[in-house]
């Protein structure tokens, strides 16, 4: 069985491959109606849109939105055997991708390629491979969050920039069959045609298939986002606010509202000064959650030297640290980290409380599969694309990384709870309790990460794993979840510092990056101080 399952999830993540195009699509295709008129799209996230090629002017007050789009079957085409997708069609402006269907159990045994039109210039790209296994990244079987009732299945999020115009095909794989002739383009509508019931020729594909088209909206005016200025080193000090006590671990709580920051307080140098104006609830919540550590509002957590750092942990883990650890605690410097206020969460999207695990005795290390051409400075952007994707298309309580980092060597904070505590991500689908999951922007399956990235994942283990007393050259006991490589419940010696594919039958975090690992383990220790 891991044999099939391992020829059918096992696959480059995310890979250009080199097939027949289809004849170059004219700027000018659209999805009309009888009527000549635009035909409507729906916007899952936000609000319904009349127009899918209406380019919206006064994008600076959108916090972003979701187009989606139901998958309809194509021309039969012998060659390159297209079954389901979209014929080229203006849509409403977007910059991120991703295909999703209704049962997250079920995994997509095809290809999924796009092409899409770039807003600035009216041209079109070629076609571009979307990672199909995807799904392997979220909760585990059983908890609440798999059980809620709103996860879904989907590819990996593509990045694709700023875009106008899209069209999609999905390859069934050479095993899945035959395909019998469906209707050609332009008979039938995409409403009853997404591959569900009555659509007996595309039963291999999963039911429901749609194109969600993902708009991660614009930074608040005056928002800084963290930019594509590389961290600071360590050995930078910074203020940061009285310690506090972490919440109870293992529970699920509502963040504390209306806290008190530390007034006056000078940021370190490459720190950003906390935003004024008024915060939501929710943005008091999730900013309140690093009050230990940075005042209220805060955009930027600043780095700190070995020193302030060890003295900081003794703050929050006092009571729990032997005579000796508290003398010489084995911790890396605290990295600066970009907040969810930093890179422009809108925190109505995700669930209110945060939950918890009982502590950090693993990190895993991923990559997004979004692709490599984006710049340090859309970083944010990207992020808040991934996390709109994973609530509103994929149905998660929040984005599912603890952590992010850009090619650039910035940290970013992911899921909500406070980047000291040990917050319950959605990333390693059987361990996520116990662990951290930290991912790197990008698609590394054949691209060699940079030196910057991998410097972070360093420096970011070495801090977060210390404050648990985690040893990154090591391995620990980790009890399994449910997945496809380990049953629910077996005990597994894995390495405290693992790729995705340690703990799951899939090729993240790509080949490149994994190979990397013993380099951060090694780094990671150093930073310790071991």
């Known amino acids: 069985m891991r044999g099939i399952l391992a020829s059918s999830i096992g696959v480059t993540c995310a890979a250009v491959l080199a097939l027949p195009l289809a004849p170059p699509a004219a700027a000018s295709v659209s999805s009309v109606s009888s009527a000549g008129t635009p035909a409507p799209v729906a916007d899952v996230a936000t609000r319904t849109v009349g127009t899918a090629g209406a380019r919206t002017g006064a994008r600076a007050d959108v916090p972003g939105s979701t187009q989606s789009l139901p998958l309809r079957p194509l021309t039969r085409d012998r060659a390159s055997g297209a079954v389901l997708g979209l014929t ?82 999905v390859l069934p794989e050479p095993d899945a069959g035959e395909p019998e002739d469906v209707d050609p383009v332009g008979t039938g509508s995409d409403e009853d045609a997404s591959g569900g019931e009555g659509a007996g020729e595309v039963s291999t594909l999963p039911a429901g298939m749609r194109l969600d088209l993902v708009d991660p909206g614009e930074a608040e005016p005056g928002e800084s986002a963290g930019g594509a200025e590389p961290q600071a080193e360590p050995g930078e000090s910074g203020e940061s606010g009285a310690p506090e006590p972490q919440a109870e671990p293992g529970e699920s709580a509502e963040g504390a509202e209306g806290a008190e920051g530390a007034e006056g307080a000078e940021p370190a140098e490459g720190a950003e000064v906390p935003r004024t104006g008024v915060m939501t609830a929710a943005a008091k919540a999730a900013s309140a959650a690093n009050s230990a550590l940075v005042p209220l509002g805060a955009t930027q957590i600043p780095s700190l030297t070995a020193e302030e750092t060890r003295e900081e942990l003794v703050a929050l883990r006092g009571t729990g640290l032997t005579e000796q650890q508290q003398a010489k605690p084995y911790i890396g410097p605290r990295p600066s980290i970009v907040t969810r206020r930093g890179w422009g969460a809108d925190e109505s999207l995700r669930e209110k409380s945060f939950v918890y695990t009982s502590k950090v005795k693993a990190a895993f290390v991923h990559h997004t599969a979004s692709g490599n051409s984006y710049s340090c400075s859309q970083a944010p952007s990207l992020i808040r694309g991934f996390y709109r994707y994973h609530t509103k298309s994929l149905g998660w309580r929040d984005i599912g990384y603890n952590f992010l980092v850009d090619k650039c060597g910035r940290i970013y904070e992911g899921r909500a709870g406070g980047v000291a505590k040990p917050v319950k991500g959605a990333h390693t689908m059987g361990f996520n309790s116990k662990t951290t999951g930290i991912a790197v922007i990008g698609s590394y399956g054949s691209k060699k990460p940079s030196s910057k990235a991998v410097k972070a994942v360093a420096r970011l283990t070495a801090w977060k794993l210390g404050l648990h007393g985690m040893n990154p050259k090591k391995k620990t006991s980790l009890t399994s979840g449910g997945g496809n490589l380990y049953a629910k419940g077996k005990k597994v010696k894995m390495k405290v510092i693992s790729g995705h594919r340690d703990g799951f039958n899939t090729s993240c975090p790509g080949g490149k990056l994994h190979k990397k690992l013993g380099s951060v383990r090694s780094k990671a220790a150093g930073y310790q101080g071991r």
């Open 88 to 169: 080229p069609r203006t849509v409403r402006t977007f910059s991120l991708l991703g295909v999703v269907w209704e049962d997250p159990s079920v995994d997509l045994h095809g290809r999924v390629q796009v092409r899409t039109r770039a807003a600035s210039t009216g041209d079109w790209t070629d076609w571009q491979d979307v990672e199909t296994h995807y799904t392997q990244h979220g909760a585990d079987p059983d908890s609440s969050e798999a059980a809620s009732g709103k996860a879904r299945g989907a590819t990996a999020p593509l990045w694709v920039g700023e875009s106008d115009g899209v069209e999609v095909r």
